[in-house]
């Protein structure tokens, strides 16, 4: 285990490092001189331009720049807000509670909806039962969560009057209102990944429905509930679980558009301010922290799946 | 298996029948992708005919008509402008269609020539551009889709350019694995013993060989741009007003929700029905082309 382990970190340094060039190029992409945007109402004058120049090191040659922001970001440091004036990794660190509470709600009701809905649809395969879940699965991958949310909106908060629209209130605060204020959009967030683990816990059921080992469970003459969830279930679930974990990455991609909806505000409510108010560092800061979030979210996908799968375990 | 032998029995070739040919009567005998497809090309006529079948002028403002609910003389009401929400989601099917199919495009572009460079040469050509592509696919789609816009600036052309790159990783991989499963097989090490240089190989013998799978990816990642465009532009980076888009229009209409909920209705039900319409037919290609994967 170890040796695999140590391969698998080693693995993911060079692609970190590639993360970080990509994340800085996309600061060349920027329209316009940064410093012109910084000085406002003093872009007139050129010594306030090379002070500023010079604080943020674009006099320097790229390389260079690219150097310096890496030491940084290696030390934790994201550089500052440009327009709060603050660092971005304690921004940052405000806002990832709220987003990964939402997630880990959108989460378990996605594996709620989409794993039960996945074995039934397996077992039933080819009858009504079978269709229905797969209709309900691919209505899920095509409905824009953002529109989904809306119409939550119109029929629970407006039309009902059941639910706030929008707001958020912390867990630690008052935990009856936090639920309340995030149960639409962790369901909106959740349902396009229900509709992938039906996908996925559908087509592995399946395959291990086909396997030797569960014709022999039959022939031995177990009961059809005992073959499904102690033998079928139990080997389908290994690839599942492994990508239950990659799709927690997706989660923070939607996240982005469910928490402008709801007004929540989040990590990816975050983003869109820092887009809308051309903050551009806090842009980058956002992206870096969501990839490496993802990367170390594959480390520990590959690392479950060797050790839920004992024949692995040894490779 | 007895599903592999129904998948033998039913798709038996005619004599001389192409793969290509065999794959096309096997999608049209598939009635749920060809109700997709359907759906599809009825946008498609709808986004050309646009000037010639939208009621009215899509940006045309009436103060007359503000946020009317639907009624005979506007089918899907008018919004805050007072202008008609049908003429303005027939006008949104171009920008939606056209982001789907030109960012897919850009990705195709872009990822299948290094893909197939990537698998095809191997070795550390290959070692650098997987990197590459793990990095990209590190970040994810929207969210890197967001970045690129921003930083590109507001509009339907960078919104595009931001989602065809940020889709393109995805066949970049593709690509590789299958140039990579591709040039081992008989043919092409037949093409190579009889002396034929390397791009020719690659162009002439691996390239048409790894189009199908190309192919489902590409129309199911035409749906997920259609949703990156909507999603970009009703965050204020795609289309911009006053041009009509389904994004764009779903931000508007969340203001006025209590007063005019028809605002939201049909343009987040037109993205609806042609993601799903892209996705059955996505689907139905998988089932056409690879029967094994059912």
Redesign the interface.
């Known amino acids: 285990m170890l040796p695999f382990l140590a391969r698998r970190v080693g693995q993911t340094i060079?692609?970190?490092l590639?993360?970080s060039?990509?994340?800085f190029g996309?600061?060349q992409?920027?329209?316009g001189d940064p410093a012109l945007i910084l000085a406002g109402e003093e872009r007139g004058d050129p010594l306030v331009l090379a002070q500023i120049r010079a604080e943020l090191n674009l006099d320097k040659p790229i390389v260079v720049q690219y150097g310096i922001w890496l030491w940084g970001v290696v030390q934790g440091d994201l550089g500052f807000s440009w327009r709060i004036r603050e660092p971005i990794a304690g921004v940052i660190a405000q806002k990832l509670p709220v987003t990964l509470q939402l997630g880990l709600m959108a989460f378990v009701i996605a594996l709620v909806i989409g794993i039960p809905l996945g074995i039934i649809s397996a077992i039933r395969k080819d009858t009504p039962v079978d269709w229905g879940a797969n209709a309900v699965g691919?209505?899920g991958?095509?409905?824009?969560n953002?529109?989904l949310g809306?119409?939550m909106?119109?029929f629970f908060s407006?039309h009902l009057g059941w639910l706030p629209?929008s707001g958020y209130v912390p867990l630690t605060e008052d935990w009856r209102q936090s639920l309340a204020t995030t149960i639409m959009p962790a369901f909106v967030l959740g349902s396009g990944i229900a509709a992938v683990f039906m996908r996925h816990m559908r087509s592995a059921m399946l395959q291990a429905m086909?396997q030797d080992y569960v014709r022999t469970a039959r022939a031995k003459g177990l009961a059809e509930k005992v073959v499904i969830l102690k033998h079928a279930l139990r080997n389908a679930l290994v690839p599942v679980v492994t990508l239950g974990a990659l799709e927690l990455?997706?989660l923070?991609?939607?996240a982005?558009?469910t928490e402008?909806?709801f007004t929540i505000p989040g990590f990816g409510k975050l983003?869109?301010d820092?887009?809308?108010n051309r903050d551009?560092p806090v842009?980058?800061g956002?992206?870096l922290v969501?990839?490496a979030l993802?990367?170390l979210l594959?480390l520990v996908a590959d690392v479950l799946y060797v050790l839920i799968n004992p024949r692995l375990r040894h490779a | 298996?007895p599903d592999g032998a129904v998948i033998t029995a039913t798709a038996a070739p005619a004599r001389g029948e192409s793969p290509a040919r065999r794959a096309w009567r096997r999608l049209l005998r598939h009635r749920v992708a060809m109700a997709g497809l359907v759906v599809v090309l009825l946008f498609f006529a709808i986004a050309i005919a646009a000037p010639l079948i939208a009621p009215y002028d899509p940006t045309r403002t009436n103060w007359a008509a503000i946020r009317k609910p639907p009624s005979a003389a506007f089918w899907f009401g008018t919004d805050e402008n007072g202008r008609d929400i049908l003429s303005r989601v027939i006008w949104g099917a171009r920008a939606s269609l056209l982001a789907g199919v030109i960012s897919v495009a850009i990705a195709l572009a872009a990822g299948v020539p290094i893909g197939l460079t990537a698998g095809f040469l191997g070795g550390r050509v290959d070692a650098l551009i997987s990197?590459?592509t793990?990095?990209?696919l590190?970040?994810?789609?929207?969210?890197?889709a967001?970045?690129?816009a921003?930083?590109?600036?507001p509009s339907l052309e960078n919104a595009m350019i931001a989602i065809g790159i940020s889709a393109t990783p995805i066949f970049i991989r593709l690509a590789r694995g299958a140039t990579m499963a591709a040039k081992v097989e008989d043919y092409v090490e037949a093409a190579r013993g009889l002396g034929n240089p390397r791009w020719r190989v690659a162009v002439r013998h691996i390239l048409p060989n790894i189009v199908p799978p190309l192919l489902v990816q590409a129309t199911l990642a035409i749906?997920s741009a259609i949703?990156a465009e909507?999603?970009l532009s009703?965050?204020?980076?795609g289309q911009q007003p006053p041009a009509p888009s389904w994004g764009s229009m779903?931000n508007t209409?969340?203001r006025f929700?209590?007063q005019a909920?028809w605002m939201?209705?049909f343009p987040?039900l037109s993205?609806?029905v042609v993601?799903?319409a892209f996705?059955?037919v996505g689907?139905g290609l998988r089932d056409a082309l690879d029967p094994r994967q059912r």
Do not use: K
């Not at chain 1, 991958?141 to 824009?144: A, G, I, N």
């Not at chain 2, 921003?150 to 600036?153: H, R, T």
């Not at chain 2, 009703?234 to 980076?237: H, Q």
């Open positions: 060079p692609t970190l590639f993360v060039v990509l994340i996309l600061q992409l920027m329209p691919l209505a991958l095509s409905l824009p953002f529109w809306i119409m909106i119109l407006v629209p086909g990455g997706t923070l991609s939607g982005v558009l402008q909806v983003i869109v820092a887009v809308f551009y842009v980058q956002v992206v969501t990839a993802y990367i594959n | 298996m990197r590459f793990d990095a990209m590190a970040c994810p789609f929207l969210i890197l967001i970045a690129l921003a930083f590109l600036g749906a949703i909507a999603s009703f965050l204020g980076l779903l209409a969340q929700m209590e909920p939201a209705i987040g993205i609806f993601v799903l996705n059955l689907d």
